[in-house]
């Protein structure tokens, strides 16, 4: 009785953590969505993988902030969960996937793939690390593997990663249409899921252009924002 009274008792303590997370993302960042078209709007939701641009730890609070209908499970780094306390002794009663990035492990996949069935969005940064120059780097093949393996459409955003409490720039992002991964009669290979990750980072990067009227390359291949 001792147990189950301590597990409803952290349940709660999570989700009053999770409200309060959300109402300070919503003071200090004061964040924005915008939509491409009804396509992008009418995804909210449906079960997908929700990916995003990654510039900081905070990333995936102003996401989930602004995306409240889509019943997101974030992937979240094991090596980061293990570090933290808080993390460790929430960790069961978040909507949180961790994923070993040091290890070969598909643990993370398939817990991910039983959620995306049960109706749930799975929400990851493909990029793997925070970025924190904001320029968009490749992306792993993790997600298009996921979405690949359930049969749901990848949902790509842009942030433009504005962390500046109360004043200054607004934290905006710019939902882009949802992208299905129909891998091919043979089957998924490396060829086909780097294909698939250059259509998702371009993407992302038309989002960014779109969003902030230009796309921001690294230092040493040219100024620190050019046109795209």
């Avoid at 102003?62 to 409240?68: A, E, K, N, R, S």
């Avoid at 040091?102 to 817990?111: I, M, Q, V």
Wanted: a positive charge.
């Amino acid at each position: 009785m001792w147990k189950a009274i301590a597990e409803g008792l952290r349940r709660f303590a999570a989700a009053i953590v999770q409200v309060l997370l959300r109402l300070a993302v919503l003071v200090a960042y004061r964040p924005k969505r915008v939509f491409v078209s009804d396509a992008a709007r009418q995804a909210l939701g449906q079960p997908c993988v929700v990916i995003s641009n990654h510039v900081r730890g905070w990333d995936g609070s102003c996401v989930f902030t602004l995306l409240p209908r889509q019943k997101l499970t974030g992937l979240v780094a094991k090596d980061m969960v293990e570090k933290s306390r808080a993390l460790r002794f929430f960790l069961p009663v978040l909507p949180l996937v961790p994923i070993d990035r040091e290890h070969a492990s598909l643990n993370w996949l398939r817990e991910s793939r039983r959620l995306l069935k049960a109706g749930r969005s799975i929400y990851l940064c493909p990029e793997g690390k925070c970025q924190f120059d904001h320029v968009v780097r490749d992306f792993k093949p993790g997600f298009a593997t996921l979405a690949a393996a359930a049969q749901v459409p990848v949902l790509p955003i842009y942030h433009n990663g504005e962390y500046h409490p109360v004043f200054g720039r607004r934290f905006r992002m710019i939902i882009g249409e949802p992208v299905m991964m129909t891998p091919p009669p043979e089957g998924l290979s490396g060829s086909t899921l780097e294909e698939e990750c250059r259509q998702l980072h371009r993407a992302v990067q038309e989002l960014e252009m779109r969003l902030n009227g230009a796309v921001r390359q690294e230092a040493e291949e040219s100024s620190d924002e050019v046109s795209h």
